[in-house]
């Protein structure tokens, strides 16, 4: 996996290049410390840049913006935001960020978002697993690595995923136990993808509601689920 790392300040970009060098199948193909570098960089290397670090507050084209543009181009890479600040992380996944860390970012962290972004899951053979839905006489196999959310709604249970949503006849508690810990709990109806959970927002009513990578809608955390999802979160 290529990973470039785009950050005004010296410091930040070298500690990063040395957090990637203890990592297996990562390598820095460039350090650059300006978003319109980086957007020229990915503009001539289209191909060989698979993740982008960057850092938000930048002089000239900050990491939004950069981000922004980045995703317009026909091949764009994932994103990382790494910030020393905590106040855009709701505006950096609607940017469909893959993670976004604070500084100093920790190694752990790092990986963990790395992992998140899809790049290291993809190095590593996993078994594919299923769930099956049956609608109208048509039988739709739905691998779980690409399952969203389950939600459940009376006597059937609804799966999100890239292709849109479909029935299942498994009950959420039946899917809880087979794929624990692959998805967690965040209220009595809904199961989400752990590795899409990156954090979580306040509501108009004072609860909180889970922000998954990639997905727009905001589902609701139970009160009772909220200490163990803030747990998970900052346990990254």
Known sequence: MNVL??????????????????????????????????????????????LVLLDIRMPGCGGMATAETLRKQGRAPQIIFTTAY???????????????????VRAERLRTALERAGALRAMEPSEARYVTSQQQGRVTRINVDDVYYFIA?????????PGGEALLEESLKQLEAEFTPRFV???????????????????????YCAILVGVETRLDISRRHVPEIRKLLNEG
Request: hydrophobic content about 40%.
């Open 5 to 50: 790392i785009v950050d005004d300040e010296a410091p930040a970009r070298d500690r990063l290049r040395d957090l990637l060098g203890d990592i297996d199948g990562v390598r820095v193909c460039a350090d650059l410390a300006s978003g319109e570098a980086a957007i020229d960089y990915c503009q001539q290397n289209s191909h060989g840049v698979d």
């Open 153 to 161: 709604d009376h006597k059937y249970v609804t799966v999100r995923h």
């Open 86 to 104: 905590g106040d855009h992380a709701v505006e950096a996944f609607n940017l469909q960020a893959a993670d976004y860390l604070l500084k100093p």
């Open 185 to 207: 709990r965040i209220h009595r109806n809904a199961l989400v993808a752990r590795h899409l959970l990156v954090g979580m927002e306040r509501t108009g009513g004072g609860g």
